[in-house]
């Protein structure tokens, strides 16, 4: 239902918990919008369909004995190609790794224990260098507000972008150093934030400049990066 893409995750949390909605409902939604529309977009450069399913099954059955784990329990998220997976080889936009992580980054670690469910990884500028999020090793993620035009996403976090605001993820991890998040989300229309240096764990992430990476945070609601997802990465 459009509806569920339209949600907030404020919205979707409350939602879940008064059983209106279930995890396994909002993340169908989700994915058939990924199937449907990511082979245009570029959005994605890892797609984790079978995983995600199997996880919004335990959450739904989670939450019907009782175990609701809190108000981010049961929501979709993706994450930057910037993050380690544990089993899974963090990209970082280039071809030049191939090794993969033996631990999942403690801020990834954090959603996956609050019960969100991870639906892939968002493709991301090569090294994070590039602000307009052009790439040239791989499909550039495109702007769903002119893809007739080809308007840049901005970068270097343009496939989380593009994804929040083609309705692909509600809401996505990402880093930012000198405007990552911020300027693909100004340039897609959705809201992106930077918390101040130090505050969240940027272990596990592939780093840019050491003085000046964060983790960031690209949503379509405002209103969602303070209240929700904040809190609980500030807890790692």
Same mark, same amino acid.
């Given at each position: 239902? #459009?509806?569920?893409?339209?949600?907030?995750?404020?919205?979707?949390?409350?939602? !879940?918990?008064?059983?209106?909605?279930?995890?396994?409902?909002?993340?169908?939604?989700?994915? =058939?919008?990924?199937?449907?529309? $990511?082979?245009? *977009?570029? &959005?994605?450069?890892? !797609?984790?369909?079978?995983?995600?399913?199997?996880?919004?099954? %335990? +959450?739904?059955?989670?939450?019907?004995?009782?175990?609701?784990? @809190?108000?981010? %329990?049961?929501?979709?998220?993706?994450?930057? #190609?910037?993050?380690?997976? =544990?089993?899974?080889?963090? @990209?970082? @936009?280039?071809?030049?790794?191939?090794? =993969?992580?033996?631990?999942?980054?403690?801020?990834?670690?954090? *959603?996956?224990?609050?019960?969100?469910?991870?639906?892939? =990884?968002?493709?991301?500028?090569?090294?994070?260098?590039?602000?307009?999020?052009?790439?040239?090793?791989?499909?550039?993620?495109?702007?769903?507000?002119?893809?007739?035009?080809?308007?840049?996403?901005?970068?270097?976090?343009?496939?989380?972008?593009?994804?929040?605001?083609?309705?692909?993820?509600?809401?996505?991890?990402?880093? #930012?150093?000198?405007?990552? &998040?911020?300027?693909?989300? +100004?340039?897609?229309?959705?809201?992106?934030?930077?918390?101040?240096?130090?505050?969240?764990?940027?272990?596990?992430?592939?780093?840019?400049?050491?003085?000046? $990476?964060?983790?960031?945070?690209?949503?379509?609601?405002?209103?969602?990066?303070?209240?929700?997802?904040? #809190?609980?990465?500030?807890?790692?």
């Amino acid at each position: 239902m #459009d509806e569920i893409i339209s949600l907030s995750i404020n919205e979707l949390g409350e939602r !879940i918990r008064s059983g209106v909605i279930s995890p396994v409902e909002i993340l169908g939604e989700y994915m =058939k919008r990924i199937l449907c529309y $990511d082979h245009k *977009l570029n &959005a994605f450069s890892e !797609i984790y369909e079978a995983d995600a399913r199997a996880a919004a099954k %335990h +959450a739904e059955q989670e939450i019907r004995s009782g175990n609701w784990r @809190g108000p981010l %329990h049961g929501i979709p998220f993706a994450v930057k #190609d910037f993050f380690d997976l =544990k089993g899974k080889v963090t @990209g970082g @936009g280039t071809n030049c790794f191939s090794q =993969k992580a033996y631990v999942t980054a403690p801020v990834v670690a954090t *959603l996956l224990k609050q019960g969100m469910i991870l639906t892939g =990884k968002h493709r991301a500028v090569e090294l994070g260098m590039g602000a307009t999020g052009i790439m040239e090793n791989s499909p550039t993620p495109l702007n769903p507000w002119g893809q007739s035009q080809r308007v840049a996403p901005g970068g270097s976090s343009n496939g989380s972008a593009v994804a929040v605001a083609a309705g692909l993820t509600p809401i996505a991890l990402v880093t #930012d150093t000198g405007g990552s &998040a911020r300027i693909p989300a +100004a340039w897609c229309g959705v809201s992106g934030f930077r918390p101040s240096m130090g505050n969240l764990s940027s272990s596990g992430m592939l780093p840019l400049s050491q003085t000046m $990476d964060t983790v960031g945070i690209i949503a379509k609601h405002a209103s969602d990066i303070p209240k929700k997802l904040q #809190d609980a990465v500030f807890s790692t």
